[in-house]
């Protein structure tokens, strides 16, 4: 046998002894990484935090259901915030807003003052859920706000506007005002909201299957 020869045996007994060595077999599907990280409490915490950076805890939420099941008729998903400074301190905008609708309305005000608007999430043992808005201008409310809410404890809510819809920002007072009297109907209830438009959201749609929330009837 010759030197080269020798050679390509080596290899070969090197190739076959690797091959025969104990060990998991794992190959990552197309598309998916192929591990997972882990994230200790403290990465958790840290991410958390910079997850609620600038955002504002809200007040609460709800959903407004219309009378009757007329065509165009679709719930209306409500955001409460509080109505003093630790909303109006970090989002400035939102007092404008409130100002306006005071003068103009809620549909007239929706149609003045477009506002940009999306979720995104955290999960994790407390999951988050944040509303964005970006008011672009050259209305005076121009900057940007984010809405914080403790997502598991509107489990029951999120089906309402997971697929997109209008939401209605508000305060307890206001609303409380608007609807509380004989004859209040839901339109009264809008009077009380700025009023946003949303698309579907990937991230609740998430969210709700990671931790079994309702799902909208229409997709059970």
Request: charged share 35%; no cysteine.
């Given at each position: 046998?010759?030197?080269?020869?020798?050679?390509?045996?080596?290899?070969?007994?090197?190739?076959?002894?690797?091959?025969?060595?104990?060990?998991?077999?794992?190959?990552?599907?197309?598309?998916?990484?192929a591990r997972a990280a882990v994230f200790s409490p403290a990465d958790e915490e840290r991410q958390r935090q910079d997850f609620l950076a600038g955002g504002v805890f809200a007040d609460g939420a709800g959903v407004m259901f219309p009378e009757g099941d007329g065509p165009g008729l679709s719930p209306v998903f409500v955001v409460y915030v509080h109505d003093d400074e630790r909303t109006f301190g970090p989002a400035p905008q939102l007092r404008t807003a409130f100002d306006l609708l005071d003068e103009m309305g809620s549909v007239a005000l929706h149609e003045r003052m477009p506002v940009a608007t999306s979720w995104s999430g955290m999960s994790g043992s407390s999951p988050l859920v944040k509303l964005?808005?970006?008011?672009?201008?050259?209305?005076?409310?121009?900057g940007s706000a984010d809405l914080v809410l403790l997502a598991d404890q509107y489990a029951e809510l999120w089906q309402y506007i997971v697929g997109g819809g209008l939401i209605g920002v508000t305060t307890q007072q206001r609303l409380e005002k608007a609807t509380n009297h004989p004859g209040a109907s839901f339109t009264d209830g809008l009077e009380a909201c700025v009023l946003l438009g949303i698309g579907s959201s990937p991230v609740l749609e998430e969210l709700m299957h990671l931790y079994r929330w309702p799902q909208p009837t229409s997709a059970v």
């Open positions: 046998m010759n030197r080269e020869e020798r050679r390509r045996a080596e290899r070969a007994a090197r190739r076959n002894r690797m091959g025969q060595e104990p060990g998991p077999s794992f190959q990552a599907p197309a598309g998916r990484i964005k808005l970006g008011f672009p201008g050259p209305h005076p409310a121009r």
